[in-house]
């Protein structure tokens, strides 16, 4: 795999955060440019007391699968054409390719007063918001009982089914707690690494990408996981590239493109980094 990698496109959201995007990227070069940034922010703050604006990187990944820093071999059932690369990041295996949001949070956390895992819970929150209000907006009868949630036993973002009819009875005081829901599989994926309280790496989310890369490995380590790709719940136009924009939902068709869902959530980020959005209380376990 050549390392080498395209210039990124760089768009400031405010003083504090700019987000940089880059399409059809190779793993190797951009994980040494995510290295070599976070190694050079590190710097630029213990030698001149510089605080340097955080990013957040959106890319569009050839084809690969990531193998975590303890992660196990085991976990690849398959060979195939696609490269398998050692990473440094938390996590087992995953593949990265076209039609998956990947995004990289390249953060100051003491900056920000974030403890890691503050991070790992905006980062849930932040794609469980995007995608609910995806799945509400262009909810069909077939799916507005789909919802996204967080797990406490493992880290991603998971579409379950309410299995309540309109029919039930009223529950009573001891039946409210009764969670009526079913998990249907996993629609989203982090990993993160911390490096003198700088982060990178980050998060990866199915829209329209060809979940069959997945029947090669154990997704994130768990045998049978089941992955979702949001286009199988919502109506989604053919993604043409990562530029973000800011048209709004089609309310005639009721479909989403790549670029809005990215928008949405690039929005949503930079409003909890700002603070804007605090953090929600932890599912349970």
Known sequence: MPNTMQAL???PLNENLITKSLTAADYVATLDA????????ISLKKEQGLRTPDELWIVDHNDVYTLGQAGKEEHILQRTNTPIIKTDRGGQVTWHGHGQLVMYWLFDLDSISWSVRNMVSHAEQAIEDVVNDCLKSTASTDT???????RRDAPGVYLYADMATETDSAPTSDEIEVDNTIMIGKIASLGFKIKHGFSYHGIAINLDCDLSAFNAINPCGYAGMQMLRL???????QATNIQPNNLPLTDDKKTLTYEQFTQQLIDNIAQRHAGDIP?????PK
């Open 9 to 11: 496109n760089t768009q």
């Open 34 to 41: 995510m290295l070599s940034r976070t190694l050079e922010r």
């Open 144 to 150: 507005n009982h789909i919802s996204a949630r967080a």
């Open 231 to 237: 286009a199988d719940f919502v109506n989604m136009n």
């Open 279 to 283: 953090l929600r209380e932890l599912a």
